[in-house]
Nanobody, 114 residues
Framework: QVQLVESGGGLVQAGGSLRLSCVAS???????????MGWYRQVPGKQREWVAN???????TYADSVKGRFTISRDNAKRTVYLQMNSLKPEDTAVYFC?????WGQGTQVTVSS
């Protein structure tokens, strides 16, 4: 069964940086490479919102709220997708989830203090 394991969340001051990682298991590197990957985030009482996607070929797309600050990347050999988050704002505080072909990770908490 496909499993997604996330890491890298934590507490950071506004203007700081964090790098999130999501490792997929239960699949081959080749199978992983065929699919896009995504990052989403959710705060209590609100719907989960899309943050970024990276296509199988490596082309990234971003939500307007994070464009220019976040960078999504992938390492197919490691079955891993990353989210580099710079210039963090308190509004970025949320639980961040990675998504792979309709599978979701457990989420990792990101808290940005003012």
């Amino acid at each position: 069964q496909v499993q997604l394991v996330e890491s890298g969340g934590g507490l950071v001051q506004a203007g700081g940086s964090l790098r999130l990682s999501c490792v997929a298991s239960g699949i081959s590197a080749s199978f992983f490479s065929f699919s896009g990957m995504g990052w989403y985030r959710q705060v209590p009482g609100k719907q989960r919102e899309w943050v970024a996607n990276i296509a199988s070929g490596g082309t990234p797309t971003y939500a307007d709220s994070v464009k220019g600050r976040f960078t999504i990347s992938r390492d197919n050999a490691k079955r891993t997708v990353y989210l580099q988050m710079n210039s963090l704002k308190p509004e970025d505080t949320a639980v961040y989830f990675c998504m792979f072909r309709n599978f979701w990770g457990q989420g990792t908490q990101v808290t940005v203090s003012s």
